[in-house]
Structure formats: C-alpha cells, structure tokens
C-alpha cells in the first residue's frame, strides 16, 4: 500500500475528527479498511451517549462487525488520528485487526507506546503497528479543541 493511501485513509479518519470537535466531544475519528474497501467508520461520541465506551474506534471496530457478520476483523486495518487507549487497544487485539495506523502519540492515555505499548506483551495475535501517519495535523486537531475548551473555560486538558 502507498504512502498516500495511508494518507486517504488517515485523512478520512481527520474528516471524524473534525465532525467530533464540531460536537464538542474530543476530536478523534477512525476508520478500518480491508482490501480497499472502508468497512467501519467512527468518532468520539462519549458526551452525547455518556458513555466511557464510545470512543472512535470501538464504534468503528461494531460497524466492521457488522459489514463482515463476523467479530474477527482478521485483514483488516485500522486509521485513527489518535494513538489507542487501553480500552481501545484490548478491543483491537480481541477483534483480531491485523495493522494499526495512528496519528498523533498520546502520552497520557496510549497504550501504543504513548504510556505503554499493549501490542508489545505476549498476546496471541498482536496487530502491527504504525505511528505518526499525519502527525502534525492530528494532533493540532486535538491541541486546537483544546485550547478553545480552555478559553471558554472548560475542564482541563489532563485527559481524554
């Protein structure tokens, strides 16, 4: 796969991104590809559901499920704009992604290699992995959600 089609498909998970911010949730987006073929697409959705579970990537992670009729996402790669956290990362070993694409590091919450790298340890199936598709972007992405929060006085930034 070419570079630039990481790109695409980095870019599509930014469009998430940007439509999470505009809802005032944090802006993270992501999409997971087989053969070309977009097969599950999500973005952070924890304040409109209330849910510590909504996150991008698991609403992503259900839709391929149910596009395959399957659990296993074996051929499948994932694009998100923010390193996975824990919860994320577990959901991606258990659903059996074969490659993990990610924009910006995240040093509070990664569990990629931000904080701790759950892909590292002895798990059956691990995906492979690739940091920094769209760094700069992604994470100004997240820096400018966050200095607006600021400014209007909203929480702090020390989690996401």
């Given amino acids: 796969m070419a570079a630039t089609d990481h790109e695409g498909y980095m870019r599509r998970a930014l469009a998430l991104a940007e439509e999470a911010g505009a809802a005032g949730e944090v802006p993270v987006g992501c999409v997971i590809v087989r053969d070309g073929e977009v097969l599950g697409w999500g973005r952070n959705r924890r304040e409109e559901r209330q849910s510590a579970l909504s996150?991008?990537?698991?609403?992503?992670?259900?839709?391929?499920?149910?596009?395959?009729?399957?659990?296993?996402?074996?051929?499948?790669?994932?694009?998100?704009?923010?390193?996975?956290?824990?919860?994320?990362?577990?959901a991606i070993l258990n659903a059996r992604v074969n490659r993990v694409y990610y924009g910006a590091?995240?040093?509070?919450?990664?569990a990629c290699g931000g904080v701790l790298n759950l892909f590292m340890e002895d798990f059956p199936q691990c995906p492979a992995?690739?940091?920094?598709?769209?760094?700069?972007?992604?994470?100004?992405?997240?820096s400018d959600f966050f200095q607006k929060l600021r400014k209007k006085g909203g929480p702090p930034a020390g989690g996401l």
């Avoid at 399957?70 to 390193?83: D, F, M």
């Avoid at 760094?135 to 100004?140: H, I, K, M, P, V």
């Fill in 129 to 142: 992995l690739v940091g920094g598709i769209l760094a700069e972007e992604c994470g100004a992405v997240l």
């Fill in 55 to 90: 996150h991008a990537e698991i609403e992503a992670i259900a839709m391929a499920n149910r596009a395959l009729g399957s659990w296993r996402l074996e051929g499948c790669s994932l694009y998100v704009t923010l390193e996975p956290c824990p919860m994320c990362a577990g």
């Fill in 105 to 110: 590091r995240d040093a509070v919450m990664g």
